[in-house]
């Protein structure tokens, strides 16, 4: 095949085996669950099956072997002569984890081994049961009795010669010579028929049937022969003679039917710009609306309220085409329980609840990577072992219910443990002890206040440092992460009753809610996310503390920072001070001027500003102007020291 | 010649139809359709002059597909080629009694696909002419 078919039909099979290989953890993890739910046996079954036969094509000659073997396996199960147990579940997933790994190397063009024998091994299924469906017997072939199961083309022609006649050729018959159950001259007599009424399946198809009971009668084949006759109907259908057709050994049951394709794939591309073009109209609306109201002409103004209206529902529209349901952030989870559990040795069921609640696109995938975070310790540090569980009077199973509810306009989702939950008293100790905080301080906190204290970086309520939660990042990298998503994590917990995350996140990435400011002549946006407070400094309020800029404030030293100086303001700094808290560092901004909120579609600035550091993006003012939408994170390094371009000197 | 490709894999249609196109088959005459259902839905509503279908679909599979072509009167006659994954000897027999014309067992080139598809139209040739 030429070699750009070739690529493009690697992308086709990237893209459908891809979505098959998605689902499949899901299914898996189901499966174990229910192991003997024949529809999902079969949907496994049949992906890893359809993934074999396109890596086939491809010449992909180790993901054809791992993915045979776990069709094999599945195969045999899904005939009822074994059961997926945890450990050949075990190997199941690790041929879907090396599956994965396969469909990477495709897609960048890497090098792929072949799988290790040993997982090959494992997904063997045992001596006891048979490696193939075991077929109701076929009393006797009509062809020559197998050998090895399998068939080549000259058995195949001859068993078609045997069902049809050979058009004259000679040897045909030999094919009906082993089962001994039909003779020549009632094959001669046979053929004859069947050429008479042209000898091709569909017109004549049939005789066959007569083999499946060994041996044929006169009158059976008297009557066959009228079936042949006759309107051509299937002999199998009609005729007395035949045997029951014998079931074919693979056809598989029937499956839950895949969703009709009334949806079209649309490049994610594409649709972000649908959105900023979108967006851009509200833009233009906002102006509009202004000017109407400025001109104050009636009919100008009616026509611009009928354009917010419209404006408004395409942009909903647009927004709602970017969303996914929560399911699709959900479902890498209960793969991820599950391997833990196991490692952990603790009994888990993990619920999930609202999964159909809709979020932007972009927060399934930002969010990912915190919500695994989550889990882990609802796991680790949450739940207790099973026994310690039912010494405490609870189901040795622990639960972790992951929920998602949308509350306005923002998506709140809930991991929960029924876990040992939080002592108050631990956490303060724990916190004087690593130095966060002074006894006075500790013994001040709320209940509430003890939790948060789980959100400070460094801080690890596990005496070991484990290899699941414990890794050095914890939650404070969590909280920092939401927050940079516009985001809010919090704590609620119960001493012996388990402890429950919160994270509350807006519904969508692509309007900010926004403080703007002026600094000299030009408008920045700083997402209200991070905006603690606004003060204006009075006159002796600013100091220099060991070489930097700092304002008293509220009883604390507040580094200042010259938002005029990173724009290229020339001048004085405003005298408007921005309180901001990026990740665990405070700062306030000097601007001229605090505008007040705004709710801002943020349009990218395209390739040429792409990772100009603590830029987002841009957007357009209801009067028209430009502002800048500043990303906060972007303002510090990655040793959270802040830009040079900020610093002030004295 | 107007052929009607069945797969749910729309990899794997592109691939047979890419091979067929190969085999000097015209492109714009070829059709897919996803599952049995909906390919003898395209068949009651056009005329096909060959069938080429997979084994193991969901809804209805290329065997009962198979069925039902050769039940129905006005397609009975319709070449079918069974693409199978295995080459099953109970599998392949059961579906030749069904009616099939021939098989391939993928992953297949261009070249067996040819020899498979000239068979056919030999046997097909040989009982027009014998009838």
Avoid at chain 1, 45 to 67: N, S
Avoid at chain 1, 193 to 215: C, D, I
Avoid at chain 1, 553 to 581: I, K, M, Q, Y
């Amino acid at each position: 095949m030429d070699p750009t078919l070739d690529s493009e039909l690697r992308n086709d099979f990237l893209v459908e085996a891809g979505e098959l290989v998605q689902r499949l953890g899901d299914q898996l993890i189901g499966l174990e669950a229910s192991p003997r739910d024949a529809e999902l046996l079969n949907a496994v079954f049949r992906a890893f099956h359809t993934v074999k036969g396109g890596a086939g094509f491809l010449a992909i000659e180790p993901m054809v072997q791992l993915c045979h073997h776990a069709e094999d396996l599945l195969n045999v199960a899904r005939n009822g002569q074994l059961l997926i147990d945890a450990s050949r579940m075990d190997a199941l997933l690790e041929a879907l984890d090396l599956l994965n790994d396969m469909m990477a190397a495709l897609a960048s063009g890497s090098a792929m081994a072949m799988p290790p024998a040993g997982l090959l091994q494992r997904l063997t299924p045992g001596k006891g049961a048979a490696p193939a469906p075991a077929p109701k017997p076929v009393a006797a072939p009509v062809a020559p009795p197998p050998s090895d199961g399998t068939i080549d083309d000259s058995e195949f022609e001859a068993l078609l010669d045997s069902l049809y006649g050979s058009s004259g050729a000679p040897g045909a018959p030999a094919a009906a010579v082993e089962s001994g159950s039909i003779s020549d001259d009632e094959f001669e007599a046979l053929l004859d028929n069947l050429h008479g009424k042209g000898g091709q399946p569909g017109a004549t198809s049939a005789p066959a049937a007569s083999a499946t009971s060994g041996t044929i009668s006169d009158d059976e084949f008297e009557s066959l022969l009228d079936n042949l006759h006759g309107k051509g109907g299937l002999p199998g259908a009609s005729a007395p003679a035949p045997a029951p057709t014998p079931a074919p050994a693979a056809a598989p049951a029937k499956q839950a039917a895949p969703a009709p394709e009334n949806t079209v794939r649309v490049d994610t591309a594409r649709l972000d710009a649908l959105v900023h073009r979108a967006g851009e109209l509200v833009l233009v609306r906002n102006r509009l609306l202004s000017l109407a109201a400025k001109t104050g002409d009636e009919s100008l103004e009616l026509a611009a309220t009928e354009l917010d209206r419209v404006a408004d529902a395409l942009q909903n529209a647009v927004l709602g085409m970017r969303m996914q349901p929560v399911g699709r952030l959900f479902q890498r989870f209960p793969r991820i329980v599950r391997d833990l559990s196991r490692q952990l040795g603790k009994e888990v069921e993990l619920i999930q609840e609202g999964e159909g609640t809709d979020l932007d696109r972009s927060l399934v995938e930002a969010l990912a990577d915190p919500m695994v975070h989550l889990i882990r310790n609802a796991l680790d540090h949450g739940l207790e072992m099973p026994d310690e569980r039912e010494r405490a009077g609870k189901p040795r199973k622990g639960k972790v219910t992951l929920g998602a509810s949308q509350r306005g306009e923002r998506i709140v989702i809930t991991v929960s443990d029924d876990g040992r939950g939080m002592n108050p008293e631990i956490l303060r100790r724990k916190a004087v002890e690593k130095g966060l905080m002074d006894e006075a301080q500790a013994s001040r906190l709320t209940e509430n206040e003890c939790y948060e204290i789980i959100f400070r970086p460094g801080f690890s309520t596990a005496a070991t440092v484990s290899d699941i939660s414990g890794r050095g990042v914890g939650m404070d990298v969590v909280k920092t992460r939401v927050v940079e998503l516009g985001g809010t994590l919090s704590v609620r917990s119960q001493l012996g009753k388990g402890s429950t995350l919160e994270l509350a996140v807006p519904l969508t990435l692509a309007i900010q809610r926004v403080l703007m400011v002026r600094v000299g002549a030009r408008l920045l946006a700083l997402p209200l996310s991070n905006v603690d407070e606004v003060f204006e400094l009075a006159p002796g309020q600013q100091q220099l503390l060991d070489g930097r800029v700092v304002a008293s404030h509220r009883g604390r030293a507040l580094a200042l920072a010259d938002l005029g100086g990173w724009v290229g303001v020339e001048g004085l700094p405003g005298s408007h001070v921005v309180v901001l808290h990026i990740g665990h560092m405070r700062l306030g901004c000097l601007v001229h001027e605090v505008l007040g909120r705004e709710d801002v579609m943020v349009k990218p600035l395209g390739p040429l500003f792409e990772g100009v550091p603590a830029v987002a993006g841009a957007t357009v003012t209801g009067d028209g102007r430009l502002a800048l939408v500043m990303d906060l994170a972007g303002l510090s390094d990655q040793d959270g020291q802040l830009l040079s371009t900020l610093r002030m000197s004295g | 010649m107007k052929i009607l490709v069945v797969d749910d894999f729309s990899t794997m249609r592109r691939i047979v139809r890419n091979l067929l196109v190969e085999l000097g088959f015209s492109n714009g005459l070829i059709q897919e359709a996803d599952d049995g259902e909906n390919a003898l839905t395209m068949l009651r509503n056009n005329a096909f002059d060959m069938v080429v279908t997979d084994w193991n679909m969901p809804n209805m599979t290329g065997i009962d597909l198979l069925r039902a072509i050769r039940a129905e009167p006005s397609l009975k006659g319709l070449p079918v080629l069974m693409v199978t994954a295995e080459n099953n000897r109970d599998q392949i027999i059961a579906a030749a009694q069904a009616g099939v014309n021939g098989y391939i067992v993928k992953p297949f080139t261009a070249v067996t696909l040819q020899e498979k598809l000239s068979k056919i139209f030999e046997r097909l040739a040989a009982s027009g002419a014998t009838a």
